[in-house]
Structures are given as structure tokens and as C-alpha cells.
């Protein structure tokens, strides 16, 4: 049997390089979802991985990457991009929970950065707030 496949996001980014070497040498499989795979190059654990071209803010290229995925590591942010990033930070999270909700038959958790979680937080407010009128 094959061990548990685990989607990491984020993955050139300072918690996701230091978590894959350690789901690698904990046994699991381990995809890596990058925007520049070329960002990927020099990291040691790099052959050990398999890599999906995606990003979050295109929401199309999530259904592949999540595709056969145990567990999915949400660590993404968007604050390097200036002004106006909580609004593409909120963004990028709604597309991935979108798709995550999707690949619901395999995907069975998705560990989150703070934005996806207080997005779930937001839809679960307006939820309650719709069941109350």
C-alpha cells in the first residue's frame, strides 16, 4: 500500500521548505503546487518530490494538484505583493477551500495558514446569519 500523499502550497516559501524534508522522512509522498517550479532548484529533498505547476489565484489549476491528495498544507501568503493584498489573499484561500470541497472524495484535511481559516470562519458567520432571518 502506497503511504498518504500530502499537497504542499507554499512550497518555496520559509515553513513549507522546512515541513517537506520532514513528511519525506516521516514516509509520506509529497506534491509540491508552485507558481515558478523553477524557484524549486538547489532544494536537496527537490528529486524526492513530485511538482504540480498551479497557483491559487487560478482556481483551474487546482483540481490536478489536488487530485488523489490525503492531506493538503495550505501556507500561503500574499502580503509581498503590497497594498490591496487581503483582498487576493482572501481571494486565493476561497479558490482553495473551493477546490478542496471538490476533491472532497480523497482529500480528507486540509491543515491551514490563519487566511484560510478565518475564511472559514467568515462562511460559517453567514451561514449562521442566513439560518437566523
Known amino acids: ?21 520532514r513528511l ?14 523553477i524557484r524549486l532548484q538547489g532544494r536537496s529533498w527537490l ?20 487530485e488523489g491528495v490525503h492531506t493538503a498544507y495550505y501556507l500561503i501568503h500574499n502580503m509581498t505583493r ?7 489573499e482572501l481571494e486565493s484561500a476561497r479558490n482553495f477551500a473551493n477546490a478542496a470541497e471538490l476533491a472532497n472524495a480523497s482529500t480528507s484535511r486540509v491543515v491551514a495558514s490563519i487566511t484560510i481559516m478565518l475564511l472559514a470562519h467568515c462562511r460559517q458567520n453567514e451561514r449562521d446569519s442566513r439560518t437566523l432571518v
Request: proline fraction near 8%.
Open 24 to 37: 519525506l522522512e516521516a514516509g509520506y509522498r509529497v506534491r509540491c503546487l508552485a507558481r515558478n517550479p
Open 1 to 21: 500500500m502506497n503511504p498518504p500523499l500530502i499537497l504542499v502550497t507554499g512550497s518555496t516559501g520559509y515553513i513549507a521548505s522546512r515541513l517537506i524534508p
Open 82 to 88: 503590497g497594498h490591496g493584498y487581503t483582498s487576493l
Open 47 to 66: 528529486r524526492d518530490v513530485e511538482v504540480i505547476l498551479g497557483d491559487v489565484t487560478i482556481p483551474s489549476t487546482l483540481e490536478a494538484a489536488l
